[in-house]
């Protein structure tokens, strides 16, 4: 199954560090030729790209800022150009934030929705008449497991991921027809190196009460999008795979 995704194109967004960047690889160790997306950070993405290549991968960079509509639009068109078409995309970009409910400003709120949320719909409104071309697709979004227990100052951040759940399942009845498959994952606490703005991790993701006691690797979250994405995955959509050790049971 080493080539189990060979002549599949993938579309990775955030995918310049972390879970984005090990979506990447797992992706295009597996075959597909790789378009790896990020919003500010060339240096980060071409670096991922350079990994993909001395590794005999196939892979572009694929700037954008996907939370605008026209240049998520542009991407899709540009990586179908570049590689001959668009099978695959993981909407991992997000914004993770702590601020106190009664302090979220409103430019806050919807700074955090289009990332995550906008990001989604945008991308994957441009990428499905792509997918529809090649008999199908796979969509995955990044959720996360705060949006289910509750999580005290994320409520933007919760919320967001909320929306790309039903998202996700509106996708896979509406287009199940055309064999476009759409999927959530929500993952625990994983081992990210977290940016200053993502403040300390929430309470609810600690490893206190963890079944497995430890933080999931990037990889694992991963292997889960390559599942999905793959042959293996063919009869899974709509639905929310939880990747949390146990510490959240559904």
Not at 13 to 32: E, H
Not at 179 to 186: E, L, M, S, V, Y
Not at 232 to 241: L, S
Request: charged residues 15%; proline residues 2%; glycine residues 14%.
């Amino acid at each position: 199954m080493a080539a189990a995704l060979a002549g599949k194109v993938a579309l990775v967004t955030g995918a310049g560090k972390n879970i984005g960047r090990a979506i990447a690889l797992a992706l295009a160790r597996d075959g597909a030729a790789v378009a790896v997306n990020g919003r500010g950070d060339v240096a980060a993405v071409e670096a991922v790209v350079a990994e993909i290549r001395a590794n005999d991968g196939t892979a572009m960079a694929a700037m954008a800022d996907v939370a605008e509509r026209d240049q998520a639009r542009a991407l899709a068109d540009r990586v179908a150009g570049a590689f001959g078409g668009l099978d695959i995309v993981v909407s991992n970009a997000g914004l993770r934030r702590q601020t106190a409910f009664l302090d979220i400003s409103l430019a806050e709120w919807r700074e955090i929705m289009s990332v995550a949320l906008d990001g989604a719909f945008f991308l994957s409104q441009a990428a499905i008449p792509h997918m529809i071309k090649r008999g199908g697709g796979a969509i995955v979004a990044m959720s996360g497991m705060s949006n289910h227990v509750g999580t005290p100052n994320r409520a933007h951040v919760s919320a967001s991921k909320a929306g790309l759940e039903g998202l996700m399942r509106s996708l896979a009845v509406e287009f199940g027809g055309q064999n476009i498959r759409a999927n959530c994952i929500a993952p625990g606490a994983i081992d990210t190196v977290r940016g200053a703005s993502a403040g300390v991790l929430p309470g609810t993701l600690t490893l206190a009460g963890t079944p497995l006691g430890r933080k999931g690797g990037v990889d694992e979250i991963a292997a889960m999008v390559r599942l999905l994405v793959g042959p293996e995955g063919a009869y899974v959509t709509g639905q929310t795979i939880h990747v949390n050790g146990g510490v959240f049971l559904t």
